[in-house]
C-alpha cells in the first residue's frame, strides 16, 4: 500500500493540472472569441532604424472591426494614400504628420480631414493648387512623429506642416531611446519592446508572447499582464494625466516640451508654416468613452479633470511661440456625440469633417502668410 503523502501529492498534482488545463481552454477561448486576431488583420508594417517601423509600400487590405470597415492602401513610399505627384512651380504642398487620426483611422482616405481640407482650401482659395502628404502612422509617438516629418520635409519639400497631437501618446514615450545627432538633435526612436513578425505584423517583443512554452495561450495571458503592469508602474494610468500633481508623470510631461521645442525650432528655420493642433479624446467631446483611456469602472474616475493634459500640452508652444489649434469646444459645439466611434473613440467621418471645418480657417492664414 502506498504511503498517505504519495496520495496527497498526486491528488494536488492532479488538481493543479486541472485548474491549469482549465485555465488554458479559457485563454485559448478568450484569444479567438473575436474570430480573428486583431492584429493580425493588420499585415502592413515593417521595421525601420529611424522610427522603429513604418508601414510597407503598395499594400492593399481590408481592416473589419465591430464599428467600421476600412480599405487601406499604401503607396511606393509606404503613405496611406495614391502616388504623390512630382512637384511643381505653381503647387503648393502641404504635409499632414500624425499617428491614427491622421492616419484615418476607421474611414475611408477620401473621408480623412486631410482630404477633406484640401477640398475646402479649393473652395476658399480658387486656383490655388495643393499637393497632399499625409504621413500619419497609427500608434505613432510625438518623437517619431518628428523623425518622420524631418525625412518628409526633405523629400517633399512642403510649406505648412499640419501636425495633430494626441496626449495619450504621451504615455508610450517613457519605453523610447532616443538616438541624438552630435549637435543634440532627435535622428532617431528605439524600443527594444517592439517587434515587426515575418507577416508584417506589429508585436511587442518577448518569447513569451511570440514563442509560449507548448504554444501555452495562458502563458501568453500572463506574460501580457505583466507587460501591462510594467507600463502602468513606469507611466501610469492614463487617467492620472487628468489628475494633477501626479510626479510618476512628468518626466514625459519634459520630454514632450522638448520635443515640441524641437519640432517649432527645425520649421522655423526652414520656413515652413507650421499648423499644429490638439486631437482630443471621445471623453473630452462627449463626456462618455472611458474605457477608451483605460477605465471600465461603471461610473467615472473623482477627482478628475479631462481638460488637464490639453492644457498641459499647449504650454510648451506658448512657450516656443507657436500657436496650437484646440478642437475639444468647437467639437462639442457641433453635435460631438457623433463625431467618434464609440467604443473605438477614433473620429468617425462627420468627425473628420468637422476638424477639417475648424482648421480651414487656420490653414488659409498659413497658406496666406507663405504667398500661396
Excluded at 495619450?168 to 545627432?181: G, Q
Aim: proline content about 6%; charged content about 20%; some cysteine.
Amino acid at each position: 500500500m502506498l504511503p498517505r503523502w504519495v496520495f496527497v501529492v498526486a491528488v494536488n498534482v492532479a488538481a493543479i493540472a486541472l485548474v491549469l488545463g482549465a485555465g488554458e481552454l479559457a485563454a485559448r477561448w478568450m484569444a479567438g472569441a473575436n474570430g480573428v486576431d486583431q492584429d493580425e488583420q493588420l499585415p502592413m508594417c515593417r521595421s525601420d532604424a529611424l522610427t522603429i517601423w513604418r508601414y510597407r509600400p503598395d499594400l492593399h487590405l481590408t481592416y473589419r472591426a465591430p464599428e467600421f470597415e476600412m480599405q487601406i492602401r499604401t503607396n511606393a513610399g509606404g503613405l496611406r494614400q495614391g502616388p504623390i505627384a512630382a512637384a511643381a512651380e505653381d503647387v503648393t504642398t502641404v504635409l499632414f504628420i500624425g499617428d491614427s487620426f491622421t492616419f484615418g483611422w476607421g474611414v475611408a482616405e477620401e473621408q480623412r480631414y486631410s482630404e477633406v481640407l484640401a477640398r475646402l482650401m479649393a473652395e476658399r482659395r480658387p486656383g490655388t493648387r495643393l499637393r497632399i502628404v499625409n504621413a500619419g502612422h497609427w500608434m505613432y509617438t510625438f518623437d517619431q512623429q518628428l523623425v518622420l516629418m524631418k525625412e518628409m520635409i526633405e523629400r517633399y519639400k512642403p510649406a505648412v506642416v499640419v501636425q495633430g497631437f494626441y496626449w495619450m501618446h504621451i504615455r508610450s514615450l517613457f519605453n523610447h531611446r532616443l538616438v541624438r545627432a552630435p549637435d543634440g538633435t532627435l535622428r532617431a526612436v528605439e524600443d527594444p519592446k517592439i517587434a515587426v513578425s515575418d507577416r508584417g505584423v506589429l508585436k511587442l517583443r518577448s518569447d513569451w508572447l511570440e514563442r509560449p512554452p507548448l504554444g501555452s495561450q495562458l502563458v501568453s495571458l500572463v506574460a501580457r499582464a505583466i507587460l501591462n503592469r510594467d507600463l502602468r508602474e513606469k507611466a501610469g494610468e492614463w487617467v492620472s494625466y487628468m489628475r494633477p500633481d501626479q510626479p510618476q508623470n512628468e518626466t514625459l510631461w519634459a520630454l514632450t516640451g522638448e520635443i515640441v521645442a524641437e519640432t517649432a525650432r527645425t520649421l522655423r528655420a526652414d520656413g515652413i508654416a507650421y499648423l499644429p493642433f490638439l486631437v482630443p479624446t471621445i471623453i473630452e467631446v462627449t463626456g462618455a468613452g472611458w474605457p477608451t483611456v483605460g477605465w471600465t469602472a461603471a461610473t467615472p474616475p473623482a477627482d478628475v479633470d479631462p481638460t488637464l493634459p490639453a492644457a498641459r500640452l499647449t504650454a510648451p508652444f506658448v512657450a516656443n511661440d507657436t500657436t496650437v489649434v484646440p478642437l475639444a469646444a468647437a467639437m462639442r459645439d457641433r453635435a460631438g456625440a457623433g463625431l467618434y466611434f464609440p467604443r473605438d473613440g477614433h473620429w468617425t467621418a462627420d468627425g473628420h469633417a468637422i476638424a477639417a471645418e475648424i482648421l480651414a480657417p487656420h490653414l488659409d492664414r498659413a497658406l496666406a502668410r507663405q504667398g500661396r
